[in-house]
C-alpha cells in the first residue's frame, strides 16, 4: 500500500513510510484500518498494543490526529476471531486523559467502525474516578 501511495501521490508534501523512524512530525496523522487485525493476541496484549501505538502517533503529531477501529457494537453473527473490536468509550476516555480535552467520537455511519479525532494542543481533562 505505501508502494502504491508514492505512485499515486507525488505532492513532496506528503511522505509514506513504513518505519517510525522516518516519520518525523506532522501536523495531522490519519491511521486508518491499522488496529483491526489482532490474530491470536488477547484482549488485554492487544490494549496495550493499541494504546503505545497512540502515544507514538500523538508524539509524531502537532495539531491532531484521526483513525478508526472496529466497534464491539457490530452484529455478533458477522464478527471475527481475528479481529479486535474496539469499545469507543474505552478509547475515547484514554484519549481525553492522554493527550486533549478536545475528541470526538464518530459513530454515526453505516460500517462497523468508529472514528476518533483528537485535536491537540489542548490540556487533558482528567476524568473523575
Not at 488477547?42 to 472496529?70: C, P, Q
Not at 469507543?88 to 468508529?114: G, I
Request: charge should be neutral; proline fraction near 5%; glycine fraction near 4%.
Amino acid at each position: 500500500m505505501v508502494d502504491a501511495a508514492r505512485l499515486l501521490i507525488t505532492d513532496s508534501r506528503c511522505r509514506f513510510t513504513t518505519r517510525e523512524d522516518d516519520a518525523g512530525q506532522a501536523d495531522f496523522t490519519l491511521a486508518s484500518g491499522i488496529f483491526n487485525v489482532r490474530l491470536q493476541a488477547g484482549e488485554s496484549e492487544w490494549h496495550k498494543y493499541v494504546a503505545s501505538t497512540f502515544d507514538k502517533i500523538a508524539s509524531h503529531t502537532t495539531r491532531g490526529f484521526a483513525l478508526n477501529m472496529l466497534t464491539r457494537y457490530a452484529d455478533p453473527p458477522l464478527m471475527r476471531d481475528s479481529l479486535y473490536y474496539a469499545d469507543p468509550a474505552r478509547y475515547f476516555a484514554l484519549c481525553k486523559e492522554r493527550y486533549s480535552r478536545n475528541v470526538a467520537v464518530l459513530h454515526d455511519y453505516d460500517l462497523y467502525e468508529f472514528t476518533l479525532r483528537v485535536r491537540l494542543g489542548a490540556t487533558p481533562t482528567p476524568l473523575a474516578p
